[in-house]
């Protein structure tokens, strides 16, 4: 039988249309912590259709609604209302990835924090940023959609705090937020706030603003060549195929698994707390069906393999669930109106 918490977590219906494109770096924080904390991190992520391993692949996206729902147990389980403001003063360069590169190479505050903005996606972003000059501040703005006091609290909380502490790491300890101003009421443990942001913190107010110098600061690190190739790749990042729905991504996510054998259509929809009758009407609404997305998943996984490996044709085959090299010769004729071998010679061609 379920645990209390579970049970109280799972959700009420199958994922919608909502999209997978958020990158999970808060959710591997919560991962971490919860670790650290002797707790199994697979009770965050019960109902949600994916694991804590998942979080590691560097191609996974969740969803909004998943990212709440990790957060809302995460706060539950381990029972610290400042966990937004403990993460977010721990996240270091490192935590952003390419984006942090960016920041280290940006020539001063102003553009470091426009440059935050500019690709808020990239490192999760679970707020939707925005600059604002003030006559004695230049202002970082911050709202939360997800309309839920307590992951808003968190995610507003874990972000500045985040973005606070990116700040001095890569500007100087000098370059640190004039004021705070918060919507959020103030907590009982309204104290920590200062000691995290090292300045004044306004709650109640009309909006969340981080009030920055106006100013700029140097940053030591700048490299206007190494800016630029961040600036590239990020761009070709953006450039990937449509980001899917977040039923379309946990599925494909199920079926990728284990493409030799995959997940009957039945055990997806268990792992997904709904019916397998339910599942299939909500994919068929979205234009989709399990057979399509596994042959989705099996063309991507074979063609990567015929262009990237040096596999046989025998072996990709069992790989990716074809039923012979014959089945799949077949295939990649239909799809490219090449023999694998052809297309082997032309991937090599153009390499």
């Known amino acids: 039988m379920p645990s209390p918490l579970r049970r109280a977590s799972m959700p009420a219906a199958v994922p919608d249309t909502e999209a997978a494109d958020i990158a999970p770096v808060t959710l591997r924080q919560l991962m971490a912590d919860a670790l650290r904390g002797g707790h199994d991190p697979a009770v965050l992520c019960d109902g949600t259709g994916f694991q804590p391993e998942d979080l590691y692949d560097a191609d996974y996206r969740v969803s909004r609604a998943q990212c709440a729902h990790v957060?809302?147990?995460?706060?539950?389980?381990?029972?610290?209302?400042a966990l937004g403001l403990e993460l977010g003063a721990a996240v270091n360069p490192a935590s952003w990835g390419l984006v942090s590169l960016g920041f280290m190479t940006c020539r001063n505050s102003r553009e470091l924090l426009d440059f935050a903005i500019e690709h808020q996606h990239?490192?999760?972003?679970?707020?939707?940023?925005?600059?604002?000059?003030?006559?004695?501040?230049?202002?970082?703005?911050?709202?939360?959609?997800?309309?839920e006091?307590?992951?808003?609290?968190?995610?507003?909380?874990?972000?500045?705090?985040?973005m606070a502490q990116i700040c001095r790491q890569v500007v100087g300890d000098l370059f640190n937020p004039r004021l705070v101003e918060l919507a959020s009421e103030r907590p009982s443990y309204g104290a920590v706030y200062e000691h995290v942001f090292r300045c004044p913190v306004r709650f109640g107010a009309a909006r969340n603003r981080l009030h920055f110098p106006r100013d700029p600061y140097a940053v030591r690190s700048a490299d206007a060549v190494v800016l630029a190739q961040v600036r590239r790749d990020l761009a070709a990042r953006a450039d990937r195929r449509p980001v899917p729905s977040e039923l379309h991504a946990l599925v494909a996510q199920?079926?990728?698994?284990?493409?030799?054998?995959?997940?009957?259509?039945g055990a997806v929809a268990a792992s997904l707390h709904t019916s397998e009758r339910t599942l299939r009407r909500r994919l068929e609404e979205q234009g989709l069906t399990y057979a399509g997305l596994l042959e989705e998943e099996r063309r991507a996984r074979a063609m990567a393999l015929l262009t990237q490996s040096s596999r046989n044709v025998q072996q990709i085959a069992a790989e990716c669930g074809y039923a012979n090299a014959r089945t799949l010769q077949r295939a990649v004729q239909r799809w490219t109106g090449l023999s694998p071998t052809g297309l082997r010679r032309r991937s090599r061609a153009g390499a």
Do not use: N, Y
Request: charged share 25%.
């Open 71 to 81: 957060i809302r147990r995460a706060l539950r389980l381990l029972g610290r209302p």
């Open 122 to 147: 990239e490192c999760g972003r679970l707020l939707s940023l925005h600059g604002e000059d003030q006559p004695q501040t230049w202002c970082l703005v911050g709202r939360s959609h997800f309309h």
């Open 149 to 162: 006091r307590a992951v808003d609290s968190f995610v507003v909380d874990h972000i500045f705090a985040a």
């Open 254 to 265: 199920a079926i990728r698994k284990d493409l030799a054998a995959p997940m009957a259509l």
